[in-house]
């Protein structure tokens, strides 16, 4: 499938901790074990167990900040950032995510084409090893050098940056921590070539979908390739904010 993206774009290099979460006042929702494992409490580790409202809400108040425009309206909400925050009213201030100039989720199109950073195998480490079963939690020597998932991360997160980055100095853009990303799982490739696509917000699906897969995930749902339907009110992703370039700007500036 052939996608083409028109406009330049950043992408964060890790994903965000606890120390910049906590920075905005916000409650931290991780503190507490899960039967499946738990988030790692240090400043640097993946601010973790967010649902899709907490992550955007993340985004408006960077943009806020940086005197940016925000790229959410969220509204008819109830509780709070952290604090099980759900929005009957979701919409895009902007005709399409691309067109926002302040800080938003990355499209699957946009955080798969950063993920591979040129890359074609499975993982941009190398293809997968095939294994009897794609269930179970099996080793996966080109994961072990780049990633935390099951099999290495000890039922835990760790602190980002501690693994090899991607070609394209991205750190556990694979694992770690599962990242939710802009657009419903109706946003699906097809067989014709596409521009620029899922850049719209579909309130009318209330799933999104998240990427990389994370510690507690089987190799498998690592591939670059791979995606998890979630409900957007669902915990358990972690953020890594996207923003396009305004037309003339470069980066670094």
Same mark, same amino acid.
């Given at each position: 499938?052939?996608?083409? @993206?028109?406009?330049? $774009?950043?992408?964060?290099?890790?994903?965000?901790?606890?120390?910049?979460?906590?920075?905005? &006042?916000?409650?931290?929702?991780?503190?507490?074990?899960?039967?499946?494992?738990?988030?790692?409490?240090?400043?640097?580790?993946?601010?973790?167990?967010?649902?899709?409202?907490?992550?955007?809400?993340?985004?408006?108040?960077?943009?806020?900040?940086? &005197? *940016?425009? #925000? /790229?959410?309206?969220?509204?008819?909400?109830? !509780?709070?950032?952290?604090?099980?925050?759900? /929005?009957?009213?979701?919409?895009?201030? #902007?005709?399409?995510?691309?067109?926002?100039?302040? =800080?938003?989720?990355?499209?699957?199109?946009?955080?798969?084409?950063?993920?591979? #950073? !040129?890359?074609?195998?499975? $993982?941009?480490?190398?293809?997968?090893?095939?294994?009897?079963?794609?269930?179970?939690? =099996?080793?996966?020597?080109?994961?072990? #050098?780049?990633?935390?998932?099951?099999?290495?991360?000890?039922?835990?997160?760790?602190?980002?940056?501690?693994?090899?980055?991607?070609?394209?100095?991205? $750190?556990?853009?694979?694992?770690?921590?599962?990242?939710?990303?802009?657009?419903?799982?109706?946003?699906?490739?097809?067989?014709?070539?596409?521009?620029?696509?899922?850049?719209? @917000?579909?309130?009318?699906?209330?799933?999104?979908?998240?990427?990389?897969?994370?510690?507690?995930?089987?190799?498998?749902?690592?591939?670059?390739?791979?995606?998890?339907?979630?409900?957007? =009110? &669902?915990?358990?992703?972690?953020?890594?904010?996207? *923003?396009?370039?305004?037309?003339?700007?470069?980066?670094?500036?």
């Amino acid at each position: 499938m052939e996608v083409t @993206l028109t406009r330049s $774009f950043l992408l964060q290099q890790h994903e965000v901790t606890i120390a910049e979460w906590l920075a905005f &006042g916000w409650p931290n929702p991780s503190t507490e074990p899960k039967e499946w494992g738990s988030w790692c409490q240090e400043p640097s580790c993946p601010m973790g167990h967010l649902n899709w409202f907490d992550v955007v809400s993340y985004a408006n108040e960077l943009s806020k900040r940086e &005197g *940016r425009p #925000a /790229c959410y309206d969220l509204s008819d909400c109830t !509780g709070s950032p952290g604090n099980d925050l759900r /929005c009957n009213g979701v919409a895009l201030l #902007a005709s399409t995510v691309y067109g926002c100039a302040g =800080y938003r989720l990355p499209t699957e199109a946009e955080w798969e084409y950063a993920a591979r #950073a !040129g890359t074609t195998t499975a $993982f941009y480490s190398g293809d997968v090893k095939p294994q009897p079963d794609s269930g179970s939690c =099996y080793a996966e020597p080109n994961l072990e #050098a780049v990633a935390w998932y099951c099999n290495n991360a000890e039922k835990s997160s760790h602190p980002v940056g501690q693994k090899a980055p991607n070609p394209a100095g991205l $750190f556990d853009v694979l694992g770690n921590g599962m990242e939710w990303v802009h657009n419903d799982p109706q946003g699906t490739y097809g067989s014709d070539p596409l521009t620029d696509p899922f850049g719209t @917000l579909n309130a009318a699906d209330t799933a999104r979908v998240m990427r990389g897969g994370g510690w507690s995930a089987n190799s498998d749902l690592l591939r670059a390739a791979a995606h998890l339907d979630v409900p957007w =009110y &669902g915990v358990g992703g972690v953020i890594r904010l996207a *923003r396009t370039l305004s037309p003339g700007e470069t980066w670094p500036p």
